[in-house]
């Protein structure tokens, strides 16, 4: 059975609620956060996301968690998983992650990405999931490199998504990859 709800040591990963919609709105309208996407996102684009992530979830039971920090702040991003096969070409999902500037720096993204993998591989039954970012995204990769994903030699690849014209820094992706029996090996290590 699939849990869509879980705790990790400092955070609660959760579905969106009515209340995540202007912190979610307004993160993607700040220009720090949105350094490496296709510019800011307005407002309908938001809501309409958020739409599309319930969805999601309530078709195949898993995909991008709303983050709360209880104590904190009740939603400061997004992690989970995501489809990429329209990315990559062939059946695969990302993880990936969104926090808004006043909560970086303090390794939310990583534990909420740890517990994408687990989720990913455990509970769902994933064989392979992988992440991309542009070269430039020093702090993306770094929560990639930190979960365990691997620089993949050679994968390099444009985005099929980006407007080339209009965003030409921004088309070229690395791609990180995380294989199942690779996961296991490194439990194995942990425990
Ligand atoms: C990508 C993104 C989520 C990374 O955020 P981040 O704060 O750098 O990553 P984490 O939450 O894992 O935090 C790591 C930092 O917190 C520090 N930290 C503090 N307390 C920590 C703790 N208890 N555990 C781990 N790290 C901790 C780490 O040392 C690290 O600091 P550093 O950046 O100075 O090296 C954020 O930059 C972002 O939302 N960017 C915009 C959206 C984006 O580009 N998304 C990816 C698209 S592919």
Excluded: C
């Excluded at 996102?41 to 739409?51: L, V």
């Excluded at 993998?117 to 993306?140: A, H």
């Excluded at 690849?157 to 209009?166: G, I, K, L, W």
């Amino acid at each position: 059975m699939t849990l869509p709800e879980v705790r990790t040591e400092r955070l609660l990963l959760r579905r969106w609620r009515e209340e995540d919609r202007a912190p979610y709105i307004a993160m993607n309208q700040d220009p720090a956060v949105m350094e490496h996407m296709q510019g800011l996102q307005s407002p309908e684009i938001s809501d309409a996301f958020i739409d599309k992530v319930e969805a999601h979830w309530d078709e195949h039971g898993w995909g991008l968690w709303a983050v709360e920090v209880p104590g904190v702040a009740p939603f400061v991003g997004f992690t989970g998983l995501w489809p990429a096969t329209h990315v990559l070409g062939y059946e695969s999902r990302e993880t990936g992650w969104r926090l808004a500037r006043q909560h970086w720096g303090h390794g939310y993204a990583t534990e909420a990405a740890s517990e994408s993998l687990r989720f990913g591989f455990e509970d769902i039954g994933f064989d392979e999931i992988v992440s991309f970012t542009v070269p430039q995204n020093t702090r993306s990769r770094a929560v990639m490199e930190r979960i365990g994903l691997e620089y993949v030699e050679g994968g390099d690849f444009d985005h099929p998504r980006v407007d080339a014209v209009a965003y030409p820094h921004i088309v070229r992706h690395v791609l990180y990859r995380l294989d199942r029996p690779r996961w296991e090996a490194r439990q194995i290590r942990r425990s």
